[in-house]
């Protein structure tokens, strides 16, 4: 936690075992204290990871994943504080500011079952590693877009938090903090919240960024991503909004309805490594983009349509290529207009082969069309 902010961090543990971690910005915050009584089961073990040897990558099997909640009524929330509802949840507390909690439905896991390791090509193995929900809030009807620049640094400090203990966890290979908004993404509870996952490999499209990353740096001597951003900053056609420390842009290649790019100016490899400064910026910036989402579609009578959204944050892996990596994050729809969603159909699904309608200058034009 970096010296200039007060964000205190209390580490607890849920009736079956589970971490919970708040972080609390708000001055007097009263001891975050209350046990958690609930009669849970024990915790789920790690499910399994196989491998897929016609493409060469891994997939997670998480059977107890079928028992997930699905969209609980609002005095049901699991994540809103324990007393405002009707249930005892997630968060024994009575209030907070931000938390993180252990998945309660992992797809990966600290703790493996026994199990014989499989044979080529059946090969498999546990998928250990952990799954973290991030609550951004405890208000349950509202969104990101609507937090304080305030409230949106501590969640930063949460992700970097998270990122740097995960990191010392010796199975994880990568971390991943993304958040999905809305139903149309799948999302299974409405109380605003994101996730992290820390993977026991490095996911596939991770490592195609960092196949393409060092490919560029052996040829180059220099940094992909910064090569990238300096390319966008000077084309400008693309440019969506410049900050004091980040700039955020639709790559050339755009391959979503909406799809827009946040680089800091500095070249660092994950949350981490972020100053203060650029933090605070990226508080300010990043809402600013959600802002413009809210209102890139409108309805026939001219209302705002809130944008679903996955906004995905690329890091460094944890033990590899880090002198190469450069952090970003991207945020994409599949929203093409109200009512009418992108499917990923035969040729991104069969063969990858991606398609996109919209022309991504077409995508930047709008976006700065509605700065405020
Ligand atoms: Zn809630």
Same mark, same amino acid.
């Given at each position: ?10 580490? #607890? ?14 001055? =007097? ?13 024990? /915790? ?13 990558? $891994? ?126 993404? =799948? ?18 499209? %991770? #490592? ?8 560029? *740096? ?46 800091? *100016?500095?070249?660092?490899?994950? &949350? ?17 983009? &959600?802002? #413009?989402?809210?209102?890139? *579609?409108?309805?026939?009578?001219? =209302? ?14 944890? /033990?590899? =290529?880090?002198?190469?990596? #450069? ?19 035969? %040729? ?5 082969? $991606? ?14 069309? &509605?700065?405020?």
């Amino acid at each position: 936690m970096s010296a200039t902010t007060t964000v205190r961090r209390t580490v #607890r543990n849920l009736a079956d075992g589970r971490e919970i971690i708040y972080y609390d910005d708000t001055p =007097g915050a009263p001891p975050r204290t209350t046990d958690d009584d609930r009669p849970l089961p024990e /915790r789920a073990a790690a499910g399994h990871l196989r491998y897929d040897a016609l493409i060469g990558d $891994w997939v997670a099997v998480a059977g107890h994943r079928m028992n997930r909640i699905l969209l609980p009524p609002r005095d049901e929330c699991p994540l809103c504080p324990t007393g405002r509802g009707s249930i005892a949840t997630e968060i024994p507390d009575p209030d907070y500011d931000v938390v993180v909690i252990e998945n309660r439905f992992p797809s990966y896991a600290p703790v493996a079952v026994d199990d014989a390791p499989g044979e080529a090509p059946f090969e498999h193995r546990a998928a250990l590693g952990r799954t973290e929900v991030v609550c951004f809030t405890s208000e349950h009807d509202t969104s990101f877009r609507s937090l304080s620049p305030r409230r949106v640094r501590t969640v930063i400090d949460a992700w970097a938090d998270r990122t740097a203990r995960l990191s010392q966890i010796p199975e994880v290979e990568h971390v991943f903090c993304f958040e999905n908004r809305g139903p149309e993404i =799948g999302v299974t509870l409405h109380h605003p919240h994101g996730q992290i996952y820390a993977y026991p490999y490095l996911p596939a499209r %991770s #490592r195609e960024i960092l196949a393409q990353a060092q490919a560029h *740096h052996a040829r180059t001597g220099r940094l992909l991503g910064s090569d990238l951003l300096r390319a966008e900053q000077a084309d400008g056609s693309r440019i969506v909004i410049t900050g004091t420390h980040w700039t955020a842009y639709v790559p050339y290649a755009a391959r979503w309805p909406v799809e827009v790019h946040l680089a800091p *100016h500095r070249d660092v490899p994950d &949350l981490v490594a972020l100053d203060d400064a650029e933090r605070d910026d990226l508080a300010t910036v990043y809402l600013d983009l &959600l802002d #413009r989402l809210d209102r890139y *579609h409108r309805t026939e009578d001219g =209302g705002p349509v809130a944008l679903p959204y996955i906004a995905a944050w690329h890091q460094a892996p944890v /033990r590899q =290529g880090r002198e190469v990596s #450069r952090l970003h994050l991207q945020v994409v729809s599949v929203l093409r207009a109200p009512g009418t969603l992108k499917f990923l159909a035969g %040729s991104e699904s069969g063969v990858g082969g $991606w398609v996109n309608d919209a022309r991504p200058e077409a995508i930047a034009a709008r976006l700065r069309s &509605l700065a405020d």
